[in-house]
């Protein structure tokens, strides 16, 4: 046998074995990692969908909460992981601006990372502690504005999408506040619902329960219209910031350089999981709107993110750890 014709026969028997091996998939457990500790959001949606997907695929799906550094040390277990598809990443709108802030992230936000779906966005709230005087945000922003420093906000952490928003909104109001970053959602629920932090900002599906009972009194929403769940509450842009927005939202990746046949089949498994009509009513109770997207589109999105929050990051000189 000529070498030519050993390579055709070798790289026919190649392709034959992946064929066979991304038909067999899955065959073992898959791993969720969740880079934010239980309670937040992130991990709210993973859990809503894991028995789903584990039915559809027929195997044990495992949630692993790798949280720190605004989700990056969980991601970057990810991006490091074998592309084999046993690994997924489920990441938060901080994905976004990371890349801004931690310069030494060990891994590229854009090149190791492979979009599968982003699967929602929703309005962040800005919230008062039903102790504090607050009945509005003009009420915040005078005291704000008489004395410097004199409100303390809290957000899921330190260059978070929440942080860099109330950033952009105080500078744009000649306002000044002092943040308080936590460690997730998890974290910032109990002390904001406890009222130890007075004010947060948060997405509703965070903080839904507790403005339903009124611990919790919703100030403002990031949206650029009011929301069908808090139809009395301003967005930022009628309280003076005009044309703003800042829209939390949750997505779906991949290590790179997994075989396009498993990357479709778990998308498209991922679309069904979302179209349970149990599924579809909790993540709207969230006030998550729905979009289910293609890579494609997951990833564009991703790459305007990084280049719009990376603008707020430079203007305002925020760095990590603020």
């Known amino acids: 046998m000529s070498i030519n014709l050993f390579r055709k026969v070798l ?5 034959v074995l992946a064929g066979a091996a991304h038909a ?6 898959i791993r969720f990692i969740a880079p934010f500790p239980p309670g937040g959001t992130v991990d709210q949606i993973v859990r809503l969908i894991q028995p789903h997907l584990q039915q559809a695929l027929g195997q044990t799906i495992i949630v692993e909460n790798r949280a720190g550094a605004s989700g990056s040390i969980g991601s970057a277990v990810a991006a490091k992981a074998n592309p084999d598809g046993y690994t997924w990443l489920f990441v938060f709108d901080t994905h976004g601006v990371n890349p801004s802030l931690i310069p030494s992230m060990p891994f590229d936000t854009l090149k190791d990372l492979a979009p599968v779906m982003l699967i929602g966005k929703g309005a962040m709230v800005i919230t008062a502690h039903q102790s504090t005087p607050y009945k509005s945000f003009n009420d915040m922003l005078q005291v704000a504005r008489s004395k410097s420093g004199a409100i303390n906000y809290g957000t899921i952490g330190s260059g978070s999408l929440a942080h860099l928003a109330m950033t952009a909104i105080g500078a744009q ?3 000044d506040w002092t943040h308080i970053p936590y460690k997730g959602g998890g974290p910032l629920a109990s002390d904001g619902i406890a009222g130890h932090v007075p ?8 903080w839904a329960p507790h403005l339903a009972s009124g611990r919790l009194r919703p100030l403002a929403v990031t949206s650029t219209k009011r929301m069908a769940q808090l139809p009395d509450v301003p967005t930022m842009i009628e309280l003076g910031v005009p044309g703003f927005e800042a829209q939390a939202w949750w997505g779906m990746l991949a ?6 046949p498993i990357m479709a089949r778990m998308h498209a498994e991922m679309v ?6 149990a599924v579809q009513s909790r993540i709207a109770e969230m006030g998550i709107d729905m979009t289910a997207s293609s890579p494609e589109d997951l990833g564009k999105f991703i790459a305007m993110e ?11 000189k925020i760095k990590a750890g603020e």
């Open 11 to 15: 790289g026919c028997a190649l392709l």
């Open 173 to 175: 109001l000649k306002a």
């Open 199 to 206: 004010v947060t900002m948060a997405t509703y599906a965070l």
């Open 24 to 29: 067999q998939w899955p065959n073992q457990p």
């Open 306 to 316: 990084v280049d719009r929050w990376a603008k707020v990051v430079r203007d305002n």
């Open 255 to 260: 290590p790179v350089g997994i075989p396009q």
């Open 272 to 277: 069904k999981v979302l179209r349970i009509p």
